[in-house]
């Protein structure tokens, strides 16, 4: 009896020195210190192969940098426990972790078959990750659609009827014209393809198209309705931190269902990764502005029809732009950038009034509050110097913007997202038809295929 009695005890005991370092890797990983638990993990080698030593081996060297090993431990208990669901993703991870993006996919693909809520979002936000890194060395392509509705309390960058500030006596904008400013509801569509050619390691061919509507609710606003085209491509090539591209754009806008602009826009952009936290760029760009006369009316009513008049405004634009993109480690992996830009519009058609030098800053910051919630702000500034006298007798343009934008962002599913807006903008102009506010608000359900 005290023969079985000693032998149990010892049989207890080894049950517990296998537990012991298992146990404390356990709470080292719950109080985050993954280094620390690896370290221990490795000087207790001789327990590799016992299944719940190896799954938390496994969890605590992939967070702590040796995937390699990770994955190693987390196969091996899955060889005694293949439906243990954490052990699966964290298994997943691995792969993820060491570029292996064809198991990694194959792997967090067969968990987001049963996985929902916010283990569902994460699932997703790898898998979207690896079809980014892999649109870099195969063909891809994906598309877009949305679909929005909003109030906009300036849909005509109006100003209020009466005295024009700035202008002679007696140069007035009367009720019912279409220079007062016009307030309504509006619907918007949008549908949007785009891909890459990757024509070897780090350089590859892009391109897409984006075509969108925009329609106010009172008819007689149909004046205000817009409608925009843009065909874009280049080239792309990575070089180790950094990252450029060259391309053009061609950009038409339609109003009352008439070509009023067409933008041809040649552009450089360079990027460098400078740490996990920091990134730096800069875009140099030239455009080949064309307006063209359109139809148009002096009142709502369409009773004074006139011309637009609007190929005056041809011009060449410049600009330069430079940014810096900085994350945190906090709460909320809040995410701040901060964008300066200046160039200059030159007017084609002797017109110097219509020339202008610019100059404006941004400032931006994103969070993610909460899983499958993203909230951003914003805020920009824009100087515009005009280059000759409005009118005889009067002195040149002079107009400051301020612009406050604010969203929130929802992750209904992979594919589905639901986005909410507001901007507010504030313009002050020396020439009075140009000094305007603007408040819009919007609600928007947009569907991706990646």
Known sequence: MKRLTLAAALVVCGFAAHAAPADDMKRMLEASQDAQAYQLGRTHADQLGEPLFDFF????????????????????YLLHFPDNHSARFHLARG??????????????????????????????????????R???????ASAWVELGAGRDNNINSGVLSGQIAGLPEGLVVSPGQTSEQRTDNFGTAQVG?????????????????????????????????????VLFGGVSRSLGRHAVRAGVDVNSIYVFRQQYLKAVTLAGEWNFQADQFNRLGAQVQWSRQSYQNINAYQDLAKTTPVSSGADVRDSQL????????????????????????????????????????????????????AQAWTAGAGLSYLLSRFGGPFSDGLNSRRDTGTVLDL????????????????????????????????NAVALKLRYDTL
């Open 57 to 76: 081996f496994g969890i605590a060297a992939i967070n702590a940098g040796a995937p390699g090993e990770g994955v190693l431990a987390l196969e091996r």
């Open 95 to 132: 792969y993820f972790t060491l570029g292996d993006d064809a198991q990694a996919k194959e792997a967090f693909e067969a968990l987001a078959k049963v996985a929902q809520g916010g283990e569902l979002y994460t699932i997703n936000r790898f898998l979207d990750t690896i079809n980014s």
């Open 134 to 140: 892999q649109a870099s060395t195969r063909p891809s």
């Open 193 to 229: 393809v785009q891909g890459s050619l990757p024509l070897r390691a780090s350089t590859a061919l892009y391109g897409g198209a984006v075509a969108n509507v925009r329609r106010h609710a009172k008819s007689e606003h149909d004046v205000f309705d817009q409608d925009g085209v």
């Open 318 to 369: 410049y600009n330069l732009t430079a940014h810096w993109r900085r994350s945190f480690l906090f709460t909320w992996s809040p995410v701040l950038t901060l964008t300066v830009n200046g160039g200059q519009e030159k007017n084609l058609k002797d017109r110097p009034d219509l020339s202008r030098n610019f100059w404006g800053a941004r400032a931006a910051v994103s969070a993610q509050p």
């Open 407 to 438: 969203n929130a962002n929802y992750a209904l599913s992979r594919h589905w997202s639901m986005r909410m807006e507001y901007q507010r903008l504030d313009q002050r102009s020396n020439i009075g038809l140009y000094q305007l506010n603007r």
